[in-house]
């Protein structure tokens, strides 16, 4: 039986009880320093001095530490990494032991300096202190591949760290006790625990005063100290076992000193005392918290005729159990998380009372504790009312219609009586005016085999409020959504001849809410033939043209669409650890032209305007990326945005765009899946120079040409006869933007996209 709960995630391993380890001499040891993670490469420059750019090291008396014996006094700096929920960017000067050994490791600090120094506000990101961790991330490359970026670097661990006292005050610190479990995977993994707790508040690090810090680990736990000036105060972990870190290595521990993200901090009078652990060598189990028991309500409370689909579905494997007026029409009706249960009905009365019952498939590997964080089972009613209303299968709508109306031409409904009324397999025909916002909600949603439909008819319909489309089974076409986002929750829908422009935000989203689970995540929604356009954010860093990111499932597939002028990305598929990865997405014969610009503001930055930004936080997902262009973008025109996984990129050209064509890393995390397969892609300069050659990595590569670095230091092409020179030359001229035009690149990119595809 497929056990449906997520995020699920068992560490548990059990292995046979050896000797215990040697305890090794302290003085013996070896430490050294390490920098790894995300925003730990050369070029972070986001809240950090210019001086300082690229300063992540740990020196003693002024020079680089050696790996040897511990420095007697060091300082730890680093300006870039970061502290996030899932994984860390460091600088580190750390020690390795044998797992079950235990310790107790202390010092003295003085913090030099934490927190921006350029007048912008902490964003507790950054921090320093004591760390153990079960896996060190690869260190960043030094010297480093021009415009390279580290990976993230995801571990258990337990952390004495000093941090922000505040997002508004960073002249104060905090003494926190942090502890990350759950962590599986080296890039990270969903449903991690991370908890922190300020156990000392509001010091006055300016003062100059050092203060002591001590982590001790031992076989119940952990025992975390703050000392200075005779004051002392103590936290002690039991909540979890000593074997937190043994999970991604159960040999080995690493533990030591760091900064992270404009942070310094002075190290002396080390000790360190090491003791024999547990004889007990199996890693603590780690049980994600499981979302909430979810029953969504798929049919309308309101129907027109005595033809009923009732229709619901749940976020958990389980069996549903259906009464009508008290009387069974189904009993215990297997169904899978996600997808629909489906009843054909008739409506006898007017007011009908429809009883669902729901029992999950728990499933006896879920552990002892589910029935603690969800309902073993849960009962839904639904009333419907049947409409004496009149309404023909094809309801039209206008601007100024009413609830009276009959749905004719003449008469015409208002939008959101249509929506409540519409039955299965019927249309909404909506005349030419400019509609407020709009909400489609679950309940609203057509079926499989009856969807129901939206249409703009002759003339400009347009919406100047947010679209958001949480229904499934519709077709949606012809409509422009101005000044606001259409957002798609739902799944199995399709968007047609869809235009989105000026939004505070991304034009056109796929996402899903928060602690639904991944088998409600939107999936399946196809969109062809549609624009987005100069969207911009407040931050002027965010507004993207097309997006499906943050929690989607499989399925979703952009088809001819055209996204330029935005102030962020093309595209953008990012994706968190915290929430798993997303499902693959498809796009397929897309354009993506001039973002990280609108039609009349500028780009402010160097870091935003991908045309095609393919994943994020790496995370390893599988998408199709096949027949695209990208053209002279503000950022690269097709990342991989640190997703190491088998992507699919095939037949795809990328023309001028400012810093890289295609950047695709080299994955630094070992047991990885297979990187991207590359087939007839091309790359091309003619008006735009760029100071970077195309960075491809993947475990296919046939027929492509991309920019490479030459022999002689310079930058070219390696052409191959795919590339004639009458394609160069029609190239060449009709990549050369007209920005006279109304839509600079506009007409150039469709030129393109019909001559190479």
């Not at 952009?558 to 330029?564: D, L, P």
Request: hydrophobic share 35%; net charge negative.
């Amino acid at each position: 039986m497929k056990i449906s709960f997520f995020p699920i995630l068992f560490t548990a391993t059990v292995f046979a009880t050896p000797a215990l380890a040697v305890v090794p001499n302290s003085h013996d040891l070896i430490w050294q320093s390490v920098t790894f993670g995300q925003s730990t490469d050369l070029n972070f420059g986001s809240t950090v001095l210019p001086e300082k750019v690229g300063v992540n090291e740990t020196l003693s008396e002024g020079k680089p530490v050696s790996a040897g014996t511990l420095a007697p006094r060091f300082t730890i700096e680093s300006r870039g990494g970061k502290l996030a929920n899932s994984h860390e960017g460091v600088t580190y000067y750390y020690t390795e032991l044998p797992a079950d050994i235990n310790f107790r490791l202390s010092a003295d600090i003085k913090v030099e300096q934490l927190g921006p120094e350029t007048g912008a506000n902490p964003n507790r990101q950054e921090g320093a202190g004591i760390m153990l961790r079960d896996i060190l991330g690869k260190a960043r490359e030094n010297p480093q591949p021009m415009g390279h970026e580290e990976f993230p670097a995801a571990s258990n661990m337990v952390m004495n760290l000093i941090r922000t006292h505040s997002r508004e005050q960073d002249a104060l610190i905090n003494i926190n006790a942090s502890y990350r479990e759950g962590i599986q995977d080296p890039w990270g993994t969903a449903g991690n625990r991370l908890v922190r707790t300020d156990y000392v508040e509001a010091i006055d690090f300016a003062k100059g005063k050092p203060f002591n810090l001590m982590l001790e680990k031992n076989n119940q736990g952990f025992i975390l100290k703050y000392r200075q000036e005779g004051k002392t105060e103590e936290i002690t972990l039991n909540e979890i076992t000593p074997d937190i870190i043994r999970v991604q290595n159960p040999d080995k521990q690493y533990l030591g000193f760091f900064a992270a993200r404009n942070a310094k901090i002075a190290v002396e009078n080390v000790k360190l005392e090491l003791s024999e652990g547990s004889a007990q060598v199996s890693a603590s189990e780690f049980l994600a918290t499981p979302f909430p028991l979810l029953i969504t309500q798929e049919s309308s409370s309101v129907a027109l005729s005595d033809d009923y689909d009732f229709q619901a579905r749940a976020n958990y494997d389980g069996n549903f159990t259906l009464f009508q007026n008290g009387k069974r029409l189904a009993e215990k009706q297997d169904v899978k998380a996600g997808d629909f249960f489906h009843i054909k009905t008739k409506l006898e009365n007017d007011e009908t009372e429809f009883r669902l019952h729901f029992t999950p498939s728990l499933g006896d590997n879920i552990g002892d504790n589910i029935g603690a964080n969800i309902k073993q089972e849960q009962e839904k009613t639904l009333t419907v009312i049947k409409s004496h209303s009149v309404l023909p299968q094809e309801i039209y709508i206008a601007v100024n219609g009413s609830s009276n109306g009959d749905g004719s031409i003449e008469k015409p409904l208002d939008l959101d009586t249509a929506i409540q009324h519409i039955p299965p397999g019927g249309t909404i025909l909506l005349q030419p005016g400019d509609y407020s916002a709009v909400t489609l909600l679950s309940e609203n949603s057509g079926t499989e085999k009856a969807n129901k439909k939206l249409k703009g008819v002759t003339g400009k319909v347009r919406f100047v409020g947010e679209v958001l489309h949480q229904a499934s089974f519709w077709q949606v076409e012809d409509i422009e959504v101005a000044g606001a986002s259409l957002i798609v929750h739902g799944s199995h829908n399709e968007f047609k001849r869809i235009i989105t422009h000026s939004a505070p935000d991304t034009g056109f989203q796929i996402t899903s809410p928060e602690g639904i689970g991944r088998a409600l995540w939107a999936s399946h929604n196809i969109v062809k033939d549609s624009i987005s356009f100069n969207n911009m954010d407040k931050s002027q860093i965010n507004a993207d043209g097309f997006a499906a990111k943050m929690r989607i499932g499989d399925g979703n597939t952009f088809i001819r669409c055209i996204s330029h002028h935005n102030i962020d990305d093309g595209w953008d598929l990012f994706n968190k650890v915290e929430d798993g990865p997303n499902g693959s997405v498809t796009i397929l014969d897309s354009i993506a032209f001039m973002n990280g610009q609108t039609l009349n503001v500028k780009s402010k930055s160097a870091s935003i305007g991908n045309g095609f930004k393919l994943g994020g936080e790496g995370i390893p997902v599988a998408h199709v990326v096949k027949n695209n262009l990208a053209l002279r973008n503000n950022m690269d025109g097709f990342t991989d945005n640190f997703n190491p996984g088998t992507l699919i990129m095939e037949n795809n050209v990328a023309i001028d765009n400012k810093r890289f064509n295609y950047l695709f890393r080299k994955s630094p995390y070992e047991n990885g899946p297979p990187q991207g397969i590359f087939i007839n892609n091309r790359s091309f300069r003619f008006h735009q120079p760029s100071a970077y050659f195309d960075i491809v990595n993947g475990s296919r590569l046939d027929n492509n040409q991309f920019i490479i670095a030459l022999s002689d230091g310079t930058i070219g092409s390696n052409l191959t006869e795919t590339s004639t020179t009458e394609l160069l030359t029609k190239l060449r001229v009709l990549s050369e933007i007209d920005f006279t035009q109304p839509t600079p690149g506009l007409k150039e990119a469709q030129e393109i996209q019909k001559l190479t595809q």
